[in-house]
DNA sequence: GATGAATGAGTATTCATTCAT
DNA sequence: CATGAATGAATACTCATTCAT
């Protein structure tokens, strides 16, 4: 028997939106809770019902997988600009991204546990390919680098990124990790 | 009717040795259930009553300290070798502790988030500089590489196993990893 | 921007398919997940929304008489046919009904808790006691057996289907159960 | 962490006293609400922490069976009456705690679905069966009846239970059923 | 009238931690 | 000191029911 005081129902049209608001408070929740924040603290900070939140994100990974999906939309723009810098911007905002939302290391330690083969590898590999060979072409990375260097290269800042205190060390071990490995693309004209 | 003694009380002098229990316990259970396995199962497994686990170890954190300290009983021994090829043994065994005990990086993940002060860098500093200052007087590493360089190359490590599938392609993994850094003392000679 | 329609309306003519098409549903389900199977699997598996089965069906118990009175249907014709041999017919395809749809036993179990006061027992009685009669004028059952002898019977081969195996266990015991009940009429020439 | 306000900890010596509690306490719920009460409504009525009930019983099942248990210790004590008398009072005895604790009906429905195969109707054929021996050397019993009959009869009677209004009505339709077979064991002197 | 997303109370279950014995 | 049962908050997840579109 549903109490009465219960929130408006705001119909199906809410469906979209209500993906877009648990979406943001999962990353919200996510930065600061931990990557097993309670998926119903989730929800309330989304100002959904939990049920809700289940219906558009059946486990906590396919719920941490589309958070972090957005961010390829995000990479995926940088990466179709047809020029020869992309990668280096495509690279430095990668690292970024890694470092902000730590939360994902948790996840993706988790995921390894959990059955689900993520294809995420094979999507960055579909976005930094083109753009080293546009950079390699116009002689402006290392000619040995290649992709799976960059794909290694970015589960080792991974784990600079897992291991440091907060994002500010974070921030800086990064740096000091990338300038180990020679072969790395040019940090960004900050 | 008193209640019925369920194993006999060895006194005091039992401590030691339940402290060993449970850090083997622990070792093995971390091992096959992560490291965020139930503390009971331990205390079960090792035998003893769940409120010895506490006398001994306050917390997860403290246990799952404990137990990768004793890693480093097995590093100092090398360490303390006075030959000038220590420094490329220390670092091989270092490795292969890291690709074996994968849920530490769960553990060092989690520590971050809770306080804790770990002294574990300093801790391994103090393994790896003697060794490293007896490597390059001999001329067996490149004279720019410093501790901290080691140091932050065994955080990208981490990120390696963290994110690699199981043990065997985190061997790979790693391989391949420690060859991007030109720095690093050679492999061990297998 | 209008949510699209996800199916078309086909108005107030499709009523009474969307009814059968629920009770079929419910019917299927019910046999393979048992009485307790979720409302919306129903919905899903008819193919029409949870609404309209709230429309035809206020709550599982409707539903589930109104899957159960269609078997009556089928027994009415047997017992409409105005020969001395009906009653036998009837009552081996009641039996036989009992069997097949066990998931019912569920819902009489379930029912007695809900104040429901089903008619199903008058129901039965108006489908046998007119063959009754004419098989006990005709002499082919015991003269001594009523009509409650029979609704009695009914409920005591329930028990059997309850606690039976499966349904090839169902159908063993309930052989057994009845010829311990010498007034019953006799087993249907198979 | 625990609130301050918790209720006292009585320590291990309280085990049994808690498995009595809940196995009453499981009765009594089971009575009023049926088998499928909420587990916590009868950790709550038998005055402990949920935990406690799941230490002491893994499931629902396990739990319905353990106060089902009970009943074959007072059975039992009736079937060893070394006496030809003791079938009859025994089947008396069986049949009323069926009419009593009809929830357990349920149960037997439950069990169905769920993988445990339950031992009770051996347990029930080692109890009858000595005690039928001796009726049947007394010639107080019909001497065709079989274990096999009676524990047919009984989930006969079980039907009869599981659809009666309520236990009055049980009690006036179980002798009914009971009367129809008119092998069993003569009903009690009352 | 039909749709199906939203709602959120209800329930099961786990496990860190305490503490009587 | 050791034991391990007790405690109960925390959390995941389900599903009956409502209602905007």
Redesign the interface.
């Known amino acids: 028997m549903p109490s009465p005081r219960r929130q408006i129902n705001r119909g ?2 809410a469906a979209g939106e209500n993906r877009a608001a648990i979406l943001a408070a999962a990353r919200r929740v996510f930065a600061e809770q ?1 990557y097993h924040a309670p998926l119903y603290k989730i929800a309330k900070e989304a100002g959904v019902g939990q049920g809700v939140l289940y219906r558009h994100f059946p486990n906590r990974l396919a719920l941490g997988f589309a958070v972090f999906e957005e961010n390829f939309v995000e990479l995926r723009e940088v990466s179709s600009r047809d020029d020869a810098g992309a990668l280096e911007e495509l690279w430095a905002r990668l690292l970024d991204l890694t470092i902000t939302d730590a939360a994902f ?2 996840m ?2 988790d995921a ?2 959990a059955t689900a083969d993520y294809d995420g590898a094979e999507r960055l590999v579909a976005l930094l390919e083109p753009a080293l060979d546009r950079a390699r072409a116009a002689g402006r990375v290392d000619p040995e680098l290649t992709t ?2 960059l794909l ?2 970015h ?11 907060d994002e500010a060390a974070a921030r800086v ?1 990064v740096a ?2 990338t300038a ?4 790395l693309p040019p940090a960004p004209r900050a």
Chains 1, 2, 3, 4 share one sequence.
């Open positions: 199906p049209a931990g290391v948790e993706f330690v390894r546990r799976a260097d290694l290269a589960r080792m800042v991974f784990g600079v990124v897992a291991t440091a205190e071990a000091a990790a180990l490995i020679p072969r």
